[in-house]
């Protein structure tokens, strides 16, 4: 099975970078049921990647149905400690335009038909999740967009529905009065699984168009979102170019890497050994597995 520091969750389009040497596709199974897709392995300037397509290849899999504890259990499986998520999202503010990367620090979870946690009956744990996203990774991905010449903001609220269809418009007008940022379907419960799972996570929310609340939305063409959407994807391969060598080369501890440390509360001999094996992986440095 082959392995990688860094993962990075997202579009095809990110995934074809140049430079990326020794690609191969791998299927990684899990406990927790079948991956969006394969793992493509890579190495860029000797740092070892996993790239994971949140949809599957051609975009075959809507938000609510995605595997999202498969998805993290298998990038942890491979050795992933630090994870980028890549996400395309509509704007719920003025300043934040179309082609724009935020790198967003809160979320509000809206989602309602999908598995959120790793730990239920058997064996119960609580983390927190007051800070969602790895500031440390924030601030890497935050200066590579810059040094890529990406305009980017720091800092925001991703506002996660749950999907297919988009909001209306008085909900986006009440996630505007809620003072959320951008709008998406995907980063939850992905962020709440990658805190569970102990990885250093943070998401880049690149800007394809105006939320409905914005009087010029209904102006807005597929071909116009179609064509911020291929640019963004140069951009996020540019930016994960050059993240890459400054998150191998910085191997400080991280208080996302012990987010389990006071988080199980099922007393050790009440644990069910069924739910202990499938967490093995996620679990396994506080479960002394």
Sequence with gaps: ?????????GGSGVYDIAGLENKRWEKVE???GEASDELLFGELNGVKLAFLPRHGRGHKIP?????????IDVLKRVGVSDVISVSAVGSLRENLRPGMFVIVDQFIDRTFAREKSFFG???VAHVS????VCSRLGDHLEAAARESGIEVARGGTYLVMEGPQFSSFAESELYRGWNCDVIGMTNMPEAKLAREAELCYATVAMVTDFDCWHPNHDDVTVDAIIKVLLGNADKARSMVTKVTPKLHADASTC?????????????????DPEVMKRLAVVAGRVLGL
Aim: charged share 15%; with cysteine; hydrophobic share 40%.
């Design 1 to 9: 099975m082959g392995q990688a520091s860094i993962g990075i969750i």
């Design 30 to 32: 899990s406990p927790f």
């Design 63 to 71: 938000p609510s149905e995605i595997n999202f504890r498969a998805n």
């Design 121 to 123: 009956k058997g064996l």
């Design 129 to 132: 999740m007051a800070h969602p």
């Design 255 to 271: 208080s996302c890497r012990s987010a389990l440390q006071h988080a199980l509360i099922t007393a050790p001999d009440a644990r």
